[in-house]
């Protein structure tokens, strides 16, 4: 089992930034490639980026490329998401994922273990 805490979620103005964090135990953290996903309300979970088990490859959705970046910190067992030039279209649910495959990830149903979610809400 691997347990995953986000944090760093909040309010924020169109134009501005956030640090997600997503701290992890339980399993050896670096066996696992980590991603983070949204959900809007009313929409269906989709993903955000997601970065290879050593953190040296990562894969963004095409909406976010350029102002999101995910890294890791495998000696703290922790994946952030740093995400600037916030839009409000970003607002969402935004939650943290393990998944036991190699490479980079981008479907849901490839994870094995999800956090709980920090909420991100975008004013204009």
């Known amino acids: 089992q691997v347990q995953l805490v986000e944090s760093g979620g909040g309010l924020v103005q169109a134009g501005g930034s956030l640090r997600l964090s997503c701290a992890a135990s339980?399993?050896?953290?670096?066996?696992?490639?980590m991603a983070w996903f949204r959900q809007a309300p009313g929409k269906e979970r989709e993903f955000v980026a997601t970065i290879s088990r050593s953190g040296g490859t990562t894969y963004y959705r095409d909406s976010v490329k350029g102002r999101f970046t995910c890294s890791r910190d495998n000696p703290k067992n922790t994946v952030y998401l740093q995400m600037n030039s916030l839009k409000p279209e970003d607002t969402a649910v935004y939650y943290c994922?393990?998944?036991?495959?190699?490479?980079?990830?981008?479907?849901?149903?490839?994870?094995?273990?999800w956090g709980q979610g920090t909420q991100v809400t975008v004013s204009s």
């Open positions: 339980g399993r050896t953290f670096s066996n696992y490639a």
């Open positions: 994922a393990a998944s036991r495959f190699g490479g980079t990830p981008t479907y849901t149903a490839q994870y094995d273990y």
